[in-house]
């Protein structure tokens, strides 16, 4: 009778932990603030979803896009949900890697989220990844010291160059100029681009020739590279977007174009020394408006190599929806939702007065235009990168060459010379000029 | 006996100098895990602060610490184990019975660690994606075997060669023809060199931040790939990497302070005639 | 591997020399058979597709192309330095470590107060990722505004050095030579130590200074022991990767792009796994030569 006991229990518990088999997914993810507030908040996702467990993979930026195209391209199946942006989402979905999100119920309201951001994420009229959040570009300035010498944040770059000599006279210790100078694609590039773009430059005509020693460019890098000398901090050749938000934060810099995801860390009292004394303006155009700030959007995608597709598709409308924006809010507050992605997120008061940086930041995403990044013809879409699969050693080629500029290595013109004659290199090894 | 406590203080001075001076990046990385972020960041440099718990907590509840570091430590320790497991014979083999070709072959060894990782990371992904060994311990223990084994040859091969030929032919002429005896009389002595060259294998293991990398995803990540998670996200993050990075290295400092002393006492062996 | 043949033959040849060799054959065989298969099939594949066009993002032009990789490695304006940068690199940390080291190794064998502890921390940078020391030492030491470097030269009056930019290849000499520092002092240690030490106070007993000592009885006991070093360090410092990813990204310009990562950039950057598998196939190239040169030196002026 007992042993008859024993073996009915035992039966039953094998059963039920079969019932209770879960499926396991694997998450690729970048560690900023917002995943890391994710991670976190997933709890909620897996207790509703007691079937769904949840392995999170988190990665370093360049470390995880490297890890994450190895193997996607090789097809190896290691991730069901992938963190990828506004640059591999299009060339992905073209080539059928990923999953399209063509079914989703109408009370994800797909329709709400902001149209750069969701065109940037869709490749033939396909939504291939949901955006997680998205930023473009603006000014970061110290309202106190602009006070001090009497001028209005810049609108243009024309403006820019009157108040900075004022405003290196009057701030010690504090450096009038703070822009991106370590090479990467993403890193200097993204701000330099933006700069090219609206002194009226382009990288590709519709032929795809570089146009790296085009009068535009020139006129770009020499300005980065004069006014960076003589207004920036040293060592601006190793400060990436990090230690240039550092510097802010720390006091250091009066003026800083970057991206409008900081503006939540910058204006937080707990993360910022300055938090009191911020201000925000839409980023200085040069000769023309286009392309002067940027569109970025991280953003979850399903690989076509994934075995749980319909369970990575639930965590991923959930990880993007109105209640996960909610749920954040009640957690953690209205200053740290993700931002970017929803017109909803912008109609909500709570957000509106936490975030004074707000209606700036979805006016730059809206008037964000990649398509027409430039007032040129231009064969390719994308603000602060091109959306081609070579872009990323493009970029990052060039993108050491404007350091070496910056630290007077490398003479403007030797610069853009070694950059043009690598982009066409490799444009001509990618087959682009077969015709 | 004045003059020699003098000289003792002397020495006792610059090394402890020097010891103080390389270890002081690390001394400032552990100073920093207890700073807040914005601390961490501020000039001047504060040696005196108000320390907090914060990153470490912060670190333990975004990842879990213990199961990397475990991956960390079957790694480690079992790759050095395979690796000492197939060199011991071959390495004695090619020390004691050197033919033509030993040098040769010992150069070819080394020769098979002189392709950069990167360039064959294709390859190899594709053959562990098709032995299903991707983001499997007992896979990445392979390849870490692997990798070490042509510094383990050469580092046990050089100790080998320090031990007298005088006592290991005494052993023959008492008999001691069978492999076994031979290994009864050889292992003890060449026991700190053995004892070197793992612990050189256990750190290199433990530091590898390659394969570690590429071949795992959420299962056999050891700490390396913790401490990836930590690095250059956006934001302040000096503070936290601090954190992560010394409960990376704790395990691996304090085995290799207790490793240390049996090195240090085992050392006496050439003064043994 | 023997000539098994003609001992065999012989009638009544000697029996323990023939199963001592049967016996190192079977105790050799797994080791090299396991590193047979682990070298062989990478290089091959690496061989293989070196001669490929094989673009991971595009993975429908595949095809034979010959020397295309190669020529086009080869003519990549970059490559000089990358190799440049490379020789300089492993050459500077080298001399520094072995240099260093051997000096620190004689301290460091000295009866002193807290030795034990002393050691320790002579050895604790060995034992940290090398990630994360690029880090510290960009972040925490060498950066020019928040660095400690910079408050320390700035407290003195002395102007901040911007190390990444204007001096980056030496930024990262000093970084990969604190790391290795310690692995070159153990190593010379441990072989200072074995040093007889009869004959040692032989040798003072016939009035010989600390300097003579140094030069006549230490350092060509050290030969075997620097060479392992050497040897060791030359494997790694060929492919240092991590600290420049992590500092400079091989800038300014190329000024700190080795050949590791260069090839990194066709790799990972490019994926362009035909590139790179001629980048991987040129690295074993100059790794052989460089080796060769060394050993011959080696063996020249150090080995007995």
């Not at chain 2, 033509?100 to 390859?123: A, E, Q």
């Not at chain 2, 005896?181 to 003890?188: R, Y």
């Amino acid at each position: 009778m007992h042993t008859l006991k024993w073996l009915l229990a035992a039966f039953a518990s094998v059963v039920a932990s079969a019932a209770f088999a879960q499926t396991q997914l694997n998450i690729a993810t970048v560690n900023n603030s917002d995943m890391i507030i994710m991670q976190r908040l997933s709890k909620e996702f897996e207790a509703a979803h007691p079937d769904i467990k949840l392995n999170w993979v988190v990665l370093e930026e360049n470390v995880l896009r490297e890890r994450v195209t190895t193997d996607i391209a090789t097809k190896g199946g290691s991730f069901d949900v992938l963190t990828i942006g506004t640059y591999e989402a299009p060339i992905w979905g073209k080539k059928d890697w990923l999953v399209p999100f063509d079914d989703l119920p109408a009370s994800y309201d797909v329709d709400g989220l902001i149209k750069p951001i969701r065109d940037g994420l869709s490749a033939n009229g396909k939504l291939y990844a949901l955006p997680f959040y998205g930023e473009s570009s603006f000014t970061f300035y110290r309202k106190d010291l602009f006070d001090q010498v009497g001028a209005q944040p810049p609108k243009t770059y024309a403006e820019l160059d009157q108040v900075l000599p004022k405003l290196k006279a009057a701030a010690k210790g504090v450096y009038p100029l703070c822009l991106r100078g370590k090479p990467g694609w993403g890193e200097n590039m993204a701000y330099f681009d933006t700069l090219v773009n609206t002194m009226g430059g382009r990288w590709f005509d519709e032929k795809w020739e570089p146009q790296l020693t085009t009068p535009a460019w020139k006129k770009a890098l020499t300005w980065y590279v004069d006014n960076m000398k003589k207004y920036g901090p040293p060592g601006a050749s190793s400060n990436g977007h990090n230690e240039n938000r550092a510097l802010f934060a720390t006091g250091k810099c009066a003026l800083w174009i970057d991206a409008t995801s900081a503006a939540g860390y910058i204006s937080n009292p707990k993360d910022s020394q300055v938090a009191d004394k911020v201000a925000y303006a839409v980023a200085p155009t040069g000769t023309v408006p286009n392309g002067a700030q940027w569109l970025w959007s991280w953003a979850l995608g399903i690989p076509a190599s994934t075995k749980h597709v319909q369970e990575a598709k639930a965590f991923v409308e959930w990880a993007t929806s109105k209640d996960y924006i909610q749920l954040v809010a009640k957690s953690d507050g209205w200053t740290v939702v993700p931002p970017g992605t929803r017109t909803w997120t912008y109609e909500q008061p709570e957000y509106l007065q936490a975030a004074p940086f707000a209606k700036l930041t979805l006016q730059a995403i809206q008037q964000a235009d990649p398509i027409h990044s430039s007032a040129l013809p231009i064969p390719y879409t994308g603000v602060q990168f091109v959306g081609i699969p070579e872009f990323q050693a493009i970029g990052t080629y060039v993108g050491q060459q404007v350091a070496a500029a910056l630290v007077g290595k490398e003479s403007v013109a030797k610069a853009l010379e070694l950059s043009q004659a690598f982009t066409k290199r490799t444009m001509q090894r990618a087959g682009y000029y077969k015709k | 006996m004045n003059r020699a406590l003098t000289r003792k203080w002397i020495w006792t001075v610059l090394a402890w100098g020097v010891a103080l001076l390389v270890f002081f990046p690390i001394f400032w990385m552990v100073l920093t895990s207890f700073k807040t972020e914005i601390e961490a960041v501020s000039t001047p440099p504060r040696l005196f602060f108000q320390p907090t718990l914060e990153n470490y907590v912060a670190v333990q509840q975004r990842a879990n610490y213990f199961s990397y570091a475990w991956n960390s430590l079957y790694l480690s320790f079992g790759s050095t184990i395979v690796a000492l497991v197939i060199a011991v014979p071959a390495t004695y083999a090619m020390a004691f019975f050197p033919t033509r070709r030993t040098k040769d072959t010992l150069l070819w060894m080394l020769s098979t660690k002189f392709m950069p990782p990167v360039g064959v990371l294709v390859p190899i992904y594709i053959i562990f994606r098709d032995l299903h060994l991707l983001d499997v311990r007992e896979g990445l223990l392979i390849v870490y075997a692997l990798i070490n084994l042509p510094i383990v040859v050469w580092m046990l091969f050089s100790f080998f060669k320090e031990v007298p030929r005088e006592i290991l032919e005494a052993g023959r002429m008492d008999g001691a023809v069978a492999r076994d005896e031979l290994f009864h009389l050889l292992l003890p002595l060449a026991l700190p060199g053995i004892a070197s060259t793992s612990l050189l294998a256990i750190i290199l293991s433990w530091n590898e931040a390659f394969w570690s990398l590429n071949l795992t995803a959420s299962q056999a990540g050891p700490l390396t790939f913790f401490i990836a998670s930590f690095s250059s996200p956006e934001g302040l993050f000096w503070a936290k990497l601090s954190a992560a990075s010394t409960m990376a290295i704790a395990p691996i400092l304090v085995f290799g302070w207790m490793s240390q002393r049996q090195l240090v006492r085992g050392l006496t062996f050439g003064a043994v005639k | 591997m023997t000539t098994g043949a003609s001992t065999l033959s012989a009638p009544g040849a000697v029996p323990v020399v023939r199963r001592a060799r049967d016996k190192t054959f079977a105790l050799k065989l797994p080791s090299i058979g396991l590193l047979l298969v682990w070298s062989i099939v990478p290089l091959v594949m690496t061989l293989w597709y070196s001669l490929q066009r094989y673009n991971l993002l595009s993975p429908g032009e595949r095809g034979f192309v010959g020397f295309d990789n190669y020529t086009f490695l080869l003519t990549d304006p970059g490559l000089a330095t990358a190799i440049w940068n490379t020789l300089l690199l492993v050459g500077s940390v080298l001399v520094v470590t072995i240099a260093a080291g051997t000096l620190l190794a004689v301290l460091f064998d000295q009866e002193f107060f807290g030795r034990g502890v002393a050691r320790v921390l002579l050895i604790a940078p060995f034992f940290v990722m090398p990630t994360v020391s690029a880090l510290i030492w960009k972040n925490l030491l060498m950066h020019p505004v928040n660095g400690l470097f910079a408050f320390l030269l700035k407290s003195v009056g002395l102007q901040t050095i911007d190390w990444f930019a204007d001096l980056p290849l030496t930024a990262i000499a000093i970084i990969v030579a604190w790391q290795w520092l310690p692995f070159a002092t153990l190593i010379l240690l441990t072989a200072i130590q074995a040093l007889d030490p009869e004959r040692k106070e032989a040798a003072r007993m016939d009035g010989a200074g600390p300097i003579s000592m140094f030069v006549f009885i230490i350092l060509p006991h050290l030969g075997r022991a620097i060479s392992v070093v050497i040897m060791i360090e030359l494997l790694f410092l060929l492919s240092i990767f991590a600290e420049i990813f992590v500092t400079t990204s091989g800038g300014p310009g190329n000024a700190s792009t080795n050949l590791p990562f260069l090839i990194y950039r066709y790799a990972l950057l490019d994926f362009d796994v035909g590139g790179a598998s001629a980048g991987g196939v040129l690295a074993i190239v100059l790794a052989n030569i460089v080796a060769i040169f060394l050993m011959r030196f080696l063996s020249r002026t150090i080995e007995a």
